[in-house]
Antibody, heavy 119, light 108 residues
Framework: QVRLVQSGAEVKKPGASVRVSCQAS????????INWVRQAPGQGLEWMGW????????NYAQRLQGRVSMTTDTATSTAYMELRSLKSDDTAIYYC????????????WGQGTMVTVSS | EIVLTQSPGTLSLSPGERATLSCRAS???????LAWYQQKPGQAPRLLIS???IRATGIPDRFSGSGSGTDFTLTISRLEPEDFAVYYC?????????FGGGTKVEIK
């Protein structure tokens, strides 16, 4: 069964950093790009960027450049997303999602990780 | 950046009725790389349609997608009770990838 399982909820203070993990199972981890998408409370979906586990290539949304880093550990089939200098409007559910096969969009999603930024 | 505008914002329909959801792009979507997702409260989005009209695995055939260029449509031929949810379109042909603001399909 193909799955993405994310780490648990986090509460952080403004200015801090958070790292969310996303462990893949049921498929060859290095064969599919992982995207990160977030959703503020009651709002829509925002793409944050992607990472290709095969070679570590990344592509970040411009508005997050300099604050976000995406990495992978192929030994454990885990993707990580770190967001730095947190602000209150970074409060959101963070999802990892797998790119599907050729021309297929985000076919497998993690369950989401709630990140709350509050003083 | 390609801006996706979904309409209507809310669609109030009864089970058994037909739902037609629109997604309009500010620029032509590369290779018709337009997807639709369904999201229910407290759940992650679920892929319905890729590449404008290709249903994802396990998606019933009452869901269909159409369109090209800048205008795309998701049609639910006969609404089932489990179809009441929020629907998002996404273009994934050009970076940055972008999502529409969503259409909520609610029970009338």
């Amino acid at each position: 069964q193909v799955r993405l399982v994310q780490s648990g909820a986090e509460v952080k203070k403004p200015g801090a950093s958070v790292r969310v993990s996303c462990q893949a199972s049921g498929y060859t981890f290095t064969s599919y790009t992982i995207n990160w998408v977030r959703q503020a409370p009651g709002q829509g979906l925002e793409w944050m960027g992607w990472i290709t586990p095969y070679n570590g290539d990344t592509n970040y949304a411009q508005r997050l450049q300099g604050r976000v880093s995406m990495t992978t550990d192929t030994a454990t089939s885990t993707a990580y997303m770190e967001l730095r200098s947190l602000k209150s409007d970074d409060t959101a559910i963070y999802y990892c999602a797998r790119d599907g096969d050729t021309l297929v969009a985000f076919d497998i999603w993690g369950q989401g990780t709630m990140v709350t930024v509050s003083s | 950046e390609i801006v996706l505008t979904q309409s209507p914002g809310t669609l109030s329909l009864s089970p058994g009725e037909r739902a037609t959801l629109s997604c309009r792009a500010s620029l032509s979507v590369s290779r018709n790389s337009l997807a639709w997702y369904q999201q229910k409260p407290g759940q992650a989005p679920r892929l319905l349609i890729s590449y404008t009209s290709i249903r994802a695995t396990g998606i019933p055939d009452r869901f269909s997608g159409s369109g090209s260029g800048t205008d795309f449509t998701l049609t639910i031929s006969r609404l089932e009770p489990e179809d009441f949810a929020v629907y998002y379109c996404q273009q994934y042909g050009t970076s940055p990838l972008t999502f529409g603001g969503g259409t909520k399909v609610e029970i009338k």
